[in-house]
């Protein structure tokens, strides 16, 4: 029988991590983590309780009210997928919207919250045969995960990517609003003062630029299949 680890993929937005993490997560039968997704519930749940907007955040209301809010992943038959579900609701396909997106990154700062949010990602990793992407995973979240991964790639490749994806999605967007929204979280991520976004001393940096998804699994596999 093989041995069922926990592989952290962390790295800046759009280069490909949730793509890679879902494949690999197929191939290797093992559940699969989209920490951002709850990130971004989390937004949803702050905009539609009035908590927070463009020009203010009460984190504090926020934080009280971290026990009425349930984040988890439920299995929609419908289309085979795992989805990002909200007390109960699936929240799927409304937390890409550029809404979302401006002010997840504000959310994501606040220490109490994120502390929340570790302990929902240890408790639904808390079985072996794991991947979870984000930000913070081998370095916070499960910083002795057997395996992790940094991945990164060009800005001007992430944003043309990202603005494909939501171009697909049906959301109304130009790709300057997609190329600002991802230098804004960049900042946000790298230079907050909780759980930043940084290599762990003991990550395989990967530069996605300069290859096919096809050949991007090829590699993560090559380092993860002598661990198993
Ligand atoms: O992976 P994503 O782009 O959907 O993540 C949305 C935001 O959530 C990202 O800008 C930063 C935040 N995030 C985080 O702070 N820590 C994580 N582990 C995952 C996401």
Avoid: C, W
């Avoid at 994501?108 to 072996?128: D, P």
């Avoid at 001393?201 to 993860?224: A, G, H, N, R």
Wanted: proline fraction near 2%.
């Amino acid at each position: 029988m093989s041995n069922k680890i926990i592989i952290a993929i962390d790295g800046t937005s759009s280069t490909g991590k949730s793509t890679l993490a879902k494949r690999l997560a197929k191939k290797l039968k093992y559940l699969y983590i989209d920490s951002g997704a709850m990130y971004r519930a989390l937004t949803l749940y702050a905009i539609q309780n009035k908590y927070i907007s463009k020009s203010h955040f009460d984190s504090q209301k926020l934080i009280e009210d971290i026990p009425n809010i349930h984040i988890d992943f439920q299995y929609n038959q419908q289309n085979n997928k795992y989805e990002v579900h909200l007390n109960n609701n699936s929240v799927e396909k409304h937390i890409r919207s550029l809404k979302v997106s401006n002010l997840v990154s504000q959310i994501a700062t606040v220490g109490e919250l994120r502390k929340h949010m570790v302990k929902v990602q240890h408790f639904l990793g808390s079985k072996n045969g794991v991947i979870m992407d984000g930000r913070d995973i081998g370095t916070v979240v499960f910083p002795n995960a057997e395996i992790k991964f940094y991945l990164d790639a060009s800005l001007e490749l992430r944003a043309k990517r990202r603005y494909k994806e939501l171009i697909e999605a049906n959301y109304k967007i130009s790709f300057d609003e997609v190329l600002s929204n991802i230098k804004l979280r960049d900042n946000q991520d790298i230079n907050r003062k909780n759980s930043p976004l940084k290599i762990a001393p003991d990550s395989i940096v990967i530069k996605t630029d300069s290859f096919t998804l096809d050949e991007l699994e090829e590699k993560l596999l090559s380092y993860i299949s002598p661990k198993l």
